[in-house]
């Protein structure tokens, strides 16, 4: 519920500047421009309303009348997500008048609400349930049957919905007609015979579906994904950025046993309002499936081909540990550099990483001395609300970083061309699913016939990691602190949510490490996100001032907008 | 709430006692004493009159408020009462309870796919029990834990499931005592 309360003031109602009014609330004197709904300038000073039917970023409703609150000199009461304040107004919200008012309210909601609590996923996070702990009554006065109704109906491909359970607030309705602008569902019937549904030519299947279970006060739409999968009050909330686009959506995890259980959008008034695509939403499952990688791979043709006889032999790779791949990858390195010379290494970065990994693998760069940087960010379908085309979240980070070929240097096309005609020697790819897609099975057939070393470094398994020399296993973003910047060149706070398996690390703290490697230096000091980011705020102007201990959870600009976000794609935007 | 309070007379107690406790040990002596010359003149005639239960081939009757082991009831189906509500989990001060839940086809949607009690941990409070609202999860007199591993003494949901029948008097006394 605390996504209802401003994060910022909130724009007025019809978008004039109105003046200054003073209201008193409860004995409170409390200053509010003029126009606002009652309701949100009572929620925004911390005086709680019951309310089910208004949310602050859809249009106003006044079903439900929970909200009804005694203002003076009105005749009766009113309720007060509909009441515009004005000056001078003086209203209760604790009279025994408006207690009185409530619990009838939540009589009559709950005389056909089913008590599905111990089966019901809302349980724990329900308005119903909590309204009906502090303003309901605990005993029933109706000994009559409950209106029977649909149960699991499936409105959509990710929804449930569960019509007993609704209180027809229509909250749902709203959204799909003003924010989804798909108008799916609709309520049929009047009167005791109202019901919320869809026609059955079109199902809730539109890309924002899933926050229509969000918005549901009650149990009555939820997702499919997260159906009968964990009781809510057994997850550990973190805040955290989705991955899946540039957007950057802000996001709640929820965790349980070191695992996402649901990702659900958080409120943030710059970037996506309480809303968040479906795709991004159940896009988590590979922070914990079998594709991750979690043990260093070297691939030992010579100890493996003459021994095994079973002519797989080649392809045998041996788990290690990671300072022993480290130090493989910096052999290979330091023998190309050697024998070639810097132009011989290719290095493809990736978006997917957090501002400061991407900072440790430009500096790893600088000092291979190599210009054949570059990055591949995958492009997809985009709408004009929240889904973008880049379908990786630090794409403008990275741009931002210099992820881009240095002078003379070849981009990512020619890089795996490069790396396909032998003119490269080395290749070092973070991030391989999208190199994997772009050079295609017989592309990595014959990168890895030509090349000296492959050495790849990601979370996940591709293509590319079965056919590497090396590979290094990276995190995914829920296992790191960091931040991304999204699309509009907005930096915001991605923090750890889930612990790493074993002793991995992130992947800015592989690059320090694998630099000192290389340069046979001292081994570099532990790597910390906080101050690798004071480090970027130091050496990259666009990042002066951005700080973990500044960009709170809303995120904060980079200094020049326009820089990170409508630049050049750097690299060759790969379908 | 009133709270009684019982004043105790310690001068008294003491004399009670007697000199270093002497004559209370005395006094738990004679009782030692009078069970073992029963026994011994009981032996003689032929009527040993031993008190002692012996454990497990016998078993003594225990109370319905008796709190052993917590079980699945199992309903005349065969199937669980359980509805996977987490709030037995949620209750349970010592976290011995670990629940998956799953969807069924069935009329009732929810069950347990996993139900695991760590018997080693658990401290037969009943909280689970209490917190139940199906009336699922209930303690029994069953009280042998003892495993040979420690991953023996976690006790899995076939394990657990107990027929309705055998638990009668629990139910009753859990229904009583809660006031469902």
């Known amino acids: 519920m605390s996504d209802e309360t401003a994060a910022s003031a909130p724009s007025t109602m019809n978008g004039r500047f109105k003046k200054p009014v003073k209201v008193v609330i409860d004995g409170r004197e409390i200053t509010a421009e003029a126009g606002h709904p009652l309701l949100q300038v009572a929620l925004d000073n911390g005086i709680e309303i019951p309310h089910y039917c208004y949310h602050p970023k859809l249009s106003i409703d006044g079903s439900c009348r ?441 992947e800015g703290a592989l690059f320090a490490r694998l630099a000192a490697l290389f340069a046979r230096g001292s081994a570099p000091a532990a790597y910390d996100a906080a101050a690798t980011l004071r480090e970027i705020a130091a050496g990259v102007p666009a990042f002066a001032s951005i700080g973990f201990d500044t960009l709170g959870s809303a995120g904060l600009a980079l200094q020049e907008p326009g820089a990170a976000g409508a630049a050049e794609a750097a690299a060759p935007a790969q379908a | 709430m009133a709270v009684g309070v019982i004043k105790i007379d310690r001068v008294s107690l003491k004399k009670a006692g007697g000199f270093m406790g002497i004559n209370a040990m005395l006094k738990g002596l004679t009782v030692t004493g009078r069970h073992f010359f029963k026994n011994l003149f009981g032996w003689i005639v032929g009527k040993p009159q031993v008190f002692t239960v012996m454990f497990p081939e016998q078993d003594i009757a225990k109370p319905p408020s008796f709190r052993g082991m917590p079980v699945l009831v199992q309903m005349d189906s065969g199937k669980e009462r359980c509805v996977a509500c987490g709030l037995c989990e949620w209750a349970c001060p010592v976290d011995c309870i670990h629940i998956e839940p799953g969807e069924t086809e069935d009329a009732i949607e929810r069950y347990p796919k996993v139900f695991d009690i760590d018997m080693g941990r658990c401290m037969y409070c009943g909280l689970c029990e209490e917190a139940c609202p199906e009336e699922a999860i209930v303690m029994s007199s069953r009280i042998e834990i003892a495993a040979f591993t420690r991953a023996g003494t976690i006790w899995h949901k076939t394990d657990l499931l107990t027929p309705v029948d055998e638990l009668p008097r629990r139910l009753d006394y859990v229904r009583r005592g809660y006031q469902r």
């Open chain 1, 66 to 506: 929970m909200c009804q609150v005694k203002i003076e000199k009105a005749p009766k009461l009113a309720i007060a997500c509909n009441t515009p304040v004005t000056d001078g107004m003086v209203v209760d919200t604790t009279c025994d008048e408006v207690a009185f008012a409530r619990k009838g309210v939540m009589e009559l909601l709950l005389i056909n609400h089913p008590l599905d609590c111990p089966i019901c996923d809302q349980a724990g996070e329900c308005y119903l349930q909590d309204y009906s702990f502090g303003y309901g009554s605990q005993e029933s006065r109706t000994s009559s049957p409950r209106r029977k109704g649909l149960k699991r109906h499936p409105i959509g491909e990710r929804v449930i919905f569960d019509q007993e359970r609704c209180i027809l607030c229509r909250r749902c309705v709203r959204f799909t007609k003003e924010i989804s602008k798909t108008d799916e569902l609709r309520v049929f019937g009047i009167g005791d015979k109202s019901r919320i549904g869809t026609t059955s030519e079109r199902p809730l299947n539109n890309d924002y579906s899933i926050n229509t279970a969000d918005i549901c006060p009650v149990g009555a739409l939820l997702s499919r994904d997260f159906h009968h999968k964990r009781r809510v009050w057994f997850l550990q909330e973190h805040e955290s950025v989705c991955p899946s686009c540039s957007n950057g959506c802000n996001v709640k995890l929820g965790i349980y046993n070191n695992e996402i259980q649901r990702m659900v959008p958080r409120r943030n008034d710059e970037v996506n309002d309480t809303w968040m695509c479906d795709h991004g939403r159940l896009n988590y499952h590979f922070a914990q499936d079998e594709t991750r990688v979690r043990t260093p791979l070297i691939r030992d043709d010579a100890h493996a081909a003459p021994a095994s006889g079973n002519g797989a032999g080649a392809d045998v790779k041996y788990a290690t540990t990671l300072d022993a791949a480290l130090e493989a990858a910096a052999e290979k390195l330091r023998g190309a550099v050697s024998v070639h010379g810097g132009g011989a290494i290719g290095v493809l970065g990736s978006p997917h990483l957090t501002n400061e990994d991407l900072f440790r693998l430009v500096q790893l760069v600088n000092a291979l001395g190599t210009p054949n940087f570059d990055m591949i960010v995958p492009v997809g379908p985009a709408d004009d609300f929240l889904i973008k085309p880049e379908k990786a979240a630090n794409a403008a980070g990275a741009r931002a970083l210099g992820v881009k070929p240095g002078d003379g240097g070849k981009d990512a096309q020619a890089i795996l061309e490069g790396a396909k005609s032998g003119e490269l020697r080395v290749l070092l790819i973070v991030g391989s699913a999208d190199a994997a897609r772009v050079l295609g099975e017989t592309g990595i057939k014959d990168a890895v016939a030509k090349l000296d070393a492959l050495i790849v470094v990601d979370a996940n398994r591709s293509p590319l990691t079965d056919a590497a020399t090396i590979v290094l296993p990276g995190l995914v973003w829920a296992e790191k602190d960091g931040s991304f910047t999204n699309h509009a060149g907005r930096v915001q706070r991605v923090r750890q949510a889930m612990e790493p398996h074993a002793d991995l690390q992130p």
